[in-house]
Structures are given as C-alpha cells and as structure tokens.
C-alpha cells in the first residue's frame, strides 16, 4: 500500500474518532454547566457523584478495545458476517455487564458517596444525581461496544454523527427537565440517561441493518461472549494498572500542598487534552492492524505501524510546540494568579518536551490492542507501576515544594512513567510474537 493511500486511511479514522472522543466529555460539561446555574450545593453533588461515574466509565472502557480487533481481524479475512456477530457479542456482553452494575451501583450509590465525607447537602445531591445515573450504565457499556464494532469495520463516521446528535439531545433534554420541569440536578441525571439510551437505539438500527447486510447472527454466542471477556479481562487491568499511576500521582502531588495539588490539576488537564488527538490516532492504529492482521498480510502490518508511529511522533512534536509556546499563560487562563502561572510553568515545560514520547507511546498502545495483545498490555502496565514506584517515593521522601516540586513530579510521570511505557510498548513490536495473538 502506497504511503499516500495509508494516510488517507489514517487521517480517515483518526479524524472522525476524535470528534466522538471530544463529544463524550462534553455530556459531563453540559451538566457542570447546567447544574452550576443551581447553586454550589448541586455542582459539589455533582462533582462528587461523576468521580465515581467516571471511574465506573472508565474502567469499563476495555469493552470498545475488546470488541475493535476482534471485528477488524474478521473483517480482514473477508468474512463480514462473522465480523458483524463478533461486535453483537461485544453488546451482549455489554448489556449483562452493564445490567448488574446498574444494579448492585444504584443499591450501594450511598455507600459510595459516602466515601467522600462530603457536607450533608452535597451528599444528598449526589446521592440523587449518581443513583439515577446508574441506569444509565449499561446503555454507556453497549455505546462502547457498538463503537467498536464500527471501527473494527473501519468506520469512525457513525460514531461521530451518534455521538454529536446524543450530545445535542442531552443538552435540550437536560435543560427542559432541569429547569422545564423543576427536577434539580435529578433532571440532569434523567436527561443524561435518556440521551444515552437514545444513543443505544440508534446503534441497535445501524448494526441491525448491518447484520441482516451480512446475514450474521444478531443471537449471543457462548464462545464469542467469552471471547471477549477473556479478553476484555486483560484490558481491565491494563486499564487499572493506569488508573494505579494516575492515583498514586495525584496522591503526591496532594501530599506537596494545595497549591501544587492545584498545579498538578492544569498540568494534567492539558495533557488530557493532548491526548484526546493521539487516542484518535491509537484509534486508527486499532482498526488498521487489525485488518491487515485478518488479511495475513505481515508487510501491511509492518507498514501500518511505520507510519501511525511517525504519525504519532511528528503530531507529539506539533503538540509540544504549541504546549511549550503557550506554557507561561496557561497557568493565568486557568487560575488568574500570575504567581501560580509562574509555578505551573516548568512542569508544562516538561510536559512539552515529552509529547512526542506520550504520541508515540498512545500509537503503540493501539498497535498492541489492535493485534488482541492484552495479556502483554496488562503484563508491561503492572512492570511500568514497579519502574514508577520508585520516582515516586523519591518525591515523597524529598518533599519539593512550589515550581520545583511540579517539575518533578512532571519528570515522575510524563519521563519516568510515560517512559517505562515506551520501552514496554516499543520492545514488543520489534518482535513478532505479538503479531500472533488469536482473534
């Protein structure tokens, strides 16, 4: 495949992946915005109770990772039918998953709240907000899985469009219950999950027509459901072993002081940011592999990790840029404080300086995933937290305080961590054993 035609491909799944990725933390900002019109008292609730909808969310991420390579290897071979019915377990299995956590989360919602030792009012909004958001869950578990399912069959248009029409209905529906009919942030939360339940029927249709194009099975089957569980269990402690290093982090930077806690929160949202654009290329990465890897074509693979990689690289490059020009006002747009912009600075610095590193790292991830390389994934993330460990106690031990105290807990995580997972993730590809995994 001609170098040109490879990034046609690319830039086509990349670009749309990254406006659907850009859509989902916008449902969370129309409810912040929303909620926040109601007072502090709700808007507290509401941070409380999406800390723990968030991490629900985002450990139950694997479900899109599971399903993506499985479709997109089948899809390679040829074989669309089976593909389609893949990505149909992926959503059953996301619909049984989804069901039980909906369940045991609404009934312990107060226990989870409680957790946080918040006010008694505060604690009351987000018992109300978290409990109804529990149902939505397993509508969220069966929009990653579907998701999946479309970009295993190279399409990432769909998603965006499902995603775009799914934010514009939680925004009127929110807006119409919360303040239309007078329910408080309890309207927010239904207005969400009506919007996500939406969302759910809609991707029912597409895949259902999608089947019946194919004639593939749109009944559960035992093998491909453990499959993808088994699968999908390895992802889940990669994705825990990231959540680790995230936490673990925090907890530093807390132990710092309330100013560099602060600090470490802008520094992490502008990495978050950057990220949204190399997951949409790790997306593409995902799709492409898997596909060529169905074709049993080693030199389309090999090319396919060439160019995502150079095209993780030069994008990091082009990031860090930006990041490092505008390092001494993002502090001020942020905080207003001059004083804390100039302590933000450095550790933005760093951050710059190690973007095409976390591009080519996030590329990687993808590569792995797209090959159904889970077991290394969840392997190499529990030996990067025992290389990170270290740089961490190191922090703890020394206590640095102020713009020297966020540096380095900027070379902690963006050199030290995002390091360790370069030389993981970089190691393996140079072989071909990860090239061989099952489908």
Known sequence: MPDATLNRDILRLAIPALGSLIAEPLFLIVDSA????????????????????????GLMIFLAYSTTPAVARRFGAGDPAKAVSAGIDGMWLALGLGAVLAVVGYTTTPF???LFHAPAAVTEQAIQYLGISMWGLPAMLIVFAATGLLRGMQDTVTPLWIAGIGFAANA??????????????AGSAVGTVVAQWGMVAAYVIIVARLAARHTASVLPQADGIRGTARSG????????????????TVAVATGLGT??????????TIFSTAAFALDALAIAAQALIGKQLGADDVHAVRHVLGRTVAWGFWFGVIVGLVIGVCSAWIGLLFTGSEAIAAMIQPALIVLAVMQPVCGVVF????????????RYLAAAGGLNLIVYAPALALLIWLQPTGAWGLAWLAVAFFGVYMLARLVTLGWRVRGTRWMLQPA
């Open 34 to 57: 929303l909620v926040g019109h109601l007072g502090v008292v709700p808007l507290a609730g509401l941070g409380v109770a999406s800390a723990v909808l968030q991490t629900i969310v």
């Open 112 to 114: 989870w709240v409680g």
């Open 172 to 185: 009127v529906l929110n807006f119409a219950f919360i303040y239309g009919a007078g329910w408080g942030i």
């Open 233 to 248: 269990g390895w992802m889940l402690l990669r994705t825990l072993s990231l959540r680790a290093a995230l936490l673990a």
């Open 259 to 268: 100013a560099e806690i602060a600090g470490w929160q802008v520094a992490f």
């Open 363 to 374: 590329v990687l991830d993808g590569v792995l995933i797209g090959a159904n390389d889970a």
